[in-house]
């Protein structure tokens, strides 16, 4: 069960992005208390906002999804890096936690998060005597990290030893793609860094086959053939290799699945049988806040093809609009500092004046981002006004979260019930 330990009293005050000047010492569990609301101005812009109503949708639409399709999921905390935000993908049914680097893994482990999946290579002395400690510490910590060549197993192996290990460290083949990230390209690098971890059976044992499709890009009609046939080999990654190297496990783990194609990676996953059970783990990170666009695009598809849920975007930066230099042109207080923008610029969503009411923007576009600016095209009809306030849709928010160390928690009419930290 995770520990969230000393978030709650966390102490904040004006020098945090995000609260209001000569704000009085406050701890984060009286946030709720305030009585702030968005629209009335009481924090200040820009800022970025969570509604719990889409998170509370999100998270129960993955469970469900889940226990129909009889698998796991370990979300990939990379995405929020919020302790508060892990627990409730934990209360939700998650099975553990992914992360991508130790550093991450510090965090997990600071508020005791108990399984970790690290989707990637663990390497250096320093990353590897940090996880070497939490397993000789920790009997309930169950760790799984990724291998691909037998140069990276034996000096795995060796720096491990070294550190003094005192159970096995578990792992997990990785398959690539050609022109992709890591993973063995082929059945026969399999094979070799399988024999590698073999040989180093003292402190290593294999637990399972993974493969990170996400990565694979290609026009649209192209890009879901490339998808299955990756998928496929992950399987065929798994059915070549020799059933003793699991002799000792209950289950071997079958692990894929980012945000884009999980539905992919249950319907091919599913028709996969070896000697033992398997069980089949999604990584999906973004599900829990979802987006306005990208991740909104690739669940259109995903409904297209067959999947009976749906996700509502929770993420929302609000700015005010500070200037009118040209006709049709808006200058909005918010940039690349408070907006993800590495897939695509953000959306106008909704509008408010303050004191009067909510504004049509479905005419607007921004169209360019400087570090604290951003640039909204208008039709010429829409009367904005500065002061004027701006929602913005982002697309991955991966690139949102790192931004903001508070991010209020808000009710669908943008009362601030609650806020979340993050351990970037």
């Known amino acids: 069960m995770i520990d969230l330990r000393d978030i709650p009293e966390t102490m904040l005050d004006g020098r945090i992005k995000g609260l209001p000047g000569g704000l009085a010492p406050l701890p984060l569990h009286d946030v709720g208390s305030q009585g702030w609301n968005i629209l009335a101005e009481d924090l200040p812009l820009p800022q970025m906002l969570l509604k719990q109503s889409a998170v509370a949708h999100n998270l129960n639409a993955m469970r469900q999804f889940c226990a129909q399709c009889d698998v796991s999921i370990a979300p990939h905390g990379k995405t929020t890096m919020s302790p508060q935000l892990f627990k409730q993908q934990l209360d939700a049914g998650a099975w553990g936690m992914t992360a991508a680097t130790v550093e991450q893994i510090q965090v997990y482990r600071h508020y005791d998060v108990a399984r970790i999946f690290m989707a990637n290579q663990l390497v250096g002395k320093q990353n590897v005597r940090f996880i070497v400690e939490e397993l000789n510490r920790d009997a309930s910590f169950d760790f799984y990290c990724l291998v691909d060549s037998p140069d990276h197993v034996e000096q795995l192996a060796a720096t491990a030893r070294a550190a003094g290990l005192g159970r096995r460290l578990q792992v997990l083949f990785e398959m690539g793609t050609p022109g992709g990230r890591s993973g063995c390209r082929t059945i026969e690098d399999l094979a070799a860094t399988a024999a590698a971890v073999q040989a180093g059976s003292d402190v290593l044992q294999a637990a399972g086959v993974e493969g990170h499709e996400g990565i694979i890009h290609d026009a649209p009609e192209a890009v879901l053939q490339r998808v299955d046939q990756f998928l496929q080999f992950v399987c065929t990654g798994l059915r070549a290799l020799d059933p003793a190297l699991f002799s000792e496990r209950d289950e071997i783990l079958l692990v894929a699945g980012g945000s884009g194609y ?18 089949i783990v999604l990584c999906s990170g973004c599900y829990i806040t979802h987006d306005h666009e990208v991740y909104d695009g690739y669940i259109k598809q995903i409904i297209k093809r067959g999947w ?81 306030m701006v929602a913005l849709g982002i697309s991955h928010p991966c690139n949102a979260f790192d931004k903001w160390r508070f991010i209020p928690i808000v009710s669908d009419s943008y009362d601030v019930d609650d806020a979340v930290l993050t351990f970037f």
Not at 262 to 274: C, E, M, T
Not at 359 to 376: F, G, W
């Open 262 to 279: 999980f539905d992919r990676v249950v319907d091919i996953f599913q028709n996969v049988s070896v000697a033992k059970p398997i069980r």
């Open 308 to 388: 009976q849920h749906t996700l509502l975007p929770a993420l929302e930066v609000w700015a005010y609009v500070q200037s009118l230099p040209e006709p049709g042109i808006a200058i909005l207080g918010a940039g690349k500092r408070d907006c993800a923008f590495d897939f695509k610029l953000p959306i106008p969503i909704k509008g408010w004046r303050p004191g009067h009411g909510e504004l049509s923007l479905s005419d607007c576009e921004i169209y360019d981002l400087n570090d604290q600016h951003a640039y909204m095209r208008f039709a010429g009809a829409l009367d904005l006004q500065v002061g004027d």
